[in-house]
């Protein structure tokens, strides 16, 4: 959950995702889901000169949270403290004592 409650504070931030097929579409994060399927507005594909025929076929787009490979984030955009305190609140509930 982690991840999820993550994504959901980059909003309306703009957001390259990179899918398993090699393919990256670059867009304004709308919503993402518990299983971190992606709904992207105003997108481009980043290698247009690659794939021409998606160049004005994708305005808005879904994709599937198992598609993806990596989402790169603005750096201006993410909270390392918050994610710092997040990660090791998760840690300290898994660890026995």
């Known amino acids: ?3 999820f409650s993550f ?6 931030h703009e957001v390259t995702v990179e899918l398993k ?4 579409f670059r867009g304004t994060l709308k919503s993402v889901d518990q299983y971190l399927n992606i709904k992207l507005d105003n997108v481009t594909i ?3 000169h690659k794939y021409p025929h998606l160049q004005v076929a994708t305005r808005n787009m879904f ?3 198992s598609v993806v490979r ?3 984030l603005p750096s201006n955009a993410v909270d390392v403290q918050l994610l710092e305190d997040a990660t ?6 898994r660890t026995p004592r």
């Open 1 to 3: 959950m982690l991840f």
């Open 7 to 12: 994504f959901k504070t980059l909003v309306d």
């Open 21 to 24: 097929n090699d393919l990256s």
């Open 46 to 48: 980043v290698d247009e």
């Open 63 to 65: 994709i599937r949270g």
């Open 70 to 72: 990596y989402v790169h």
């Open 88 to 93: 090791r609140r998760g840690q300290e509930t």
